[in-house]
């Protein structure tokens, strides 16, 4: 690992990912711990693991009772927003709920991308564009917590956006990942599962019926995190005893 990717001594967070830096030099990250075919990292200690989610856990994932929860549905391969879904929660409460569609530029779409959340440039054709619509959703990305499941992606998804139409917001807060929190949680307890938006409904016994609305879809991460907060643990079990989840649609 490079200087340039630490945040510090003993964590950095790459392409989405955090890894940890274990006693013995090792850096551990625990979306990887079973797809990785290093024998050293199959072999760590469950007391070591232990120590070091503990130790690191409120540091990376904190509880906090104020946050947003987002979710971006894209046009094209290239990650023009067509939908974005806002869940506020203020102390603990959900006291907001947005659902906006954005038109892309050219108001362009991809087959693939439509097959997935069923947006079409007929829905778009008289919305806002994303850098008009942006001086109303900025609020919910400044100086707040703001929560995405599988974050990578919509982070990324906002600052290409920000970036195509020449937008400088330096006070955009970092996203926490729901995906990787559960991932986390799940490894410290030795238990290995993807932690896809449907899986946590399952394992919350949850509803994913309208999995890829964005609104559907950040109502479901703010209740993923508020029962993190909350200390509602999800039933792994749940995941395991269904046959119908599909990993290549599991994207976010």
Not at 36 to 55: A, F, H, M, V, Y
Not at 190 to 203: E, F, H, S, T
């Amino acid at each position: 690992m490079s200087n340039s990717e630490q945040n510090n001594d003993s964590v950095i967070q790459k392409n989405g990912r955090i890894y940890m830096k274990l006693s013995d030099g090792r850096y551990w990250c625990p979306s990887r711990q079973f797809r990785d075919g290093s024998p050293t990292r199959r072999t760590l200690k469950n007391t070591e693991i232990n120590s070091q989610t503990s130790s690191r856990q409120s540091n990376f994932f904190p509880k906090q009772l104020t946050f947003n929860a987002v979710d971006f549905e894209t046009a094209t391969t290239d990650r023009f927003i067509c939908q974005v879904g806002i869940v506020s929660v203020k102390d603990g409460v959900i006291v907001e709920k947005v659902s906006m569609l954005i038109q892309p530029p050219g108001n362009r779409y991809d087959t693939n991308t439509i097959m997935v959340h069923h947006i079409t440039p007929k829905d778009t054709e008289n919305s806002m564009t994303f850098k008009e619509a942006w001086c109303d959703l900025k609020k919910y990305f400044q100086n707040t917590l703001v929560v995405a499941h599988n974050s990578a992606f919509d982070e990324d998804v906002l600052r290409k956006n920000l970036k195509y139409y020449g937008i400088l917001d330096s006070e955009i807060s970092p996203f926490l990942c729901t995906c990787q929190l559960y991932k986390h949680l799940a490894y410290s307890k030795g238990i290995d599962i993807k932690a896809g938006l449907k899986d946590l409904c399952l394992a919350f016994n949850l509803s994913y019926d309208n999995h890829h609305d964005a609104l559907f879809d950040s109502d479901c991460c703010a209740n993923f995190y508020l029962n993190y907060v909350n200390g509602i643990e999800p039933d792994y079990s749940l995941i395991e005893k269904n046959e119908t989840i599909h990993p290549q649609q599991e994207e976010r």
